[in-house]
């Protein structure tokens, strides 16, 4: 039981820690997975447009609580396989 504490008390205080590294940013990082190839890229591709429009917007406003969003995007290249 004492070690069991010990182990949830040290994640707790590790949770902690990277929590405040996280507020102390000064961006926030997100990624956008998106279909913008294969057989769903004709969806996919106004889809992420619309998504990165309304980042811009945001960031237009003074972003989040004043952090600037900065946005990964990475294609997920949607394959079917039929057999």
Do not use: C, W
């Amino acid at each position: 039981m004492k070690k069991t504490m010990k182990i949830a008390s040290m994640v707790a205080v590790l949770a902690m820690v990277l929590t405040g590294v996280a507020f102390s940013a000064e961006t926030i990082k997100v990624g956008h997975l998106a279909d913008l190839t294969g057989p769903t890229g004709d969806v996919g591709k106004p889809y992420a447009a619309g998504v990165q429009a309304y980042k811009n917007y945001i960031n237009s406003k003074g972003g989040i609580n004043g952090k600037q969003i900065e946005m990964q995007m990475f294609d997920y290249a949607t394959t079917r396989t039929r057999r």
